[in-house]
């Protein structure tokens, strides 16, 4: 079972930046894809931005210039600049032995609020 530990949610004002951080308990060598999911109130969950073993990275349409999404060994980061009140969310980071965005192991989620 992979443990993963989330760190840098908070509040801030639009405009603003916030750099989120997940740390997994596994051993690099089995960990594939890594991303981060989020989901505002009411709303589904929705990928925000992924990077594979490789290091290609994906990232959603609303997201893209803004957000930027890094691993080292076995830790995952978003950097998040220019934040605006829609990307208001709980922020969960993913992990996972394959190339999958989805079938993996979660973390708790970290509350990110955006204020106008």
């Known amino acids: 079972q992979v443990q993963l530990v989330e760190s840098g949610g908070g509040l801030v004002q639009a405009g603003g930046s916030l750099r989120l951080s997940c740390a997994a308990s596994?051993?690099?060598?089995?960990?594939?894809?890594m991303a981060w999911h989020r989901q505002a109130p009411g709303k589904q969950r929705e990928l925000v931005a992924g990077?594979?073993?490789?290091?290609t990275t994906d990232y959603q349409d609303s997201v893209k210039g803004r957000f930027t999404i890094s691993r080292d060994k076995n830790t995952v980061y978003l950097q998040m600049n220019n934040l605006k009140p829609e990307d208001t969310a709980v922020y969960s980071c993913?992990?996972?032995?394959?190339?999958?965005?989805?079938?993996?192991?979660w973390g708790q989620g970290t509350q990110v609020t955006v204020s106008s």
């Open positions: 596994e051993s690099i060598f089995s960990i594939n894809a």
């Open positions: 993913f992990v996972g032995r394959t190339s999958s965005y989805d079938l993996g192991y």
């Open positions: 990077i594979s073993g490789r290091g």
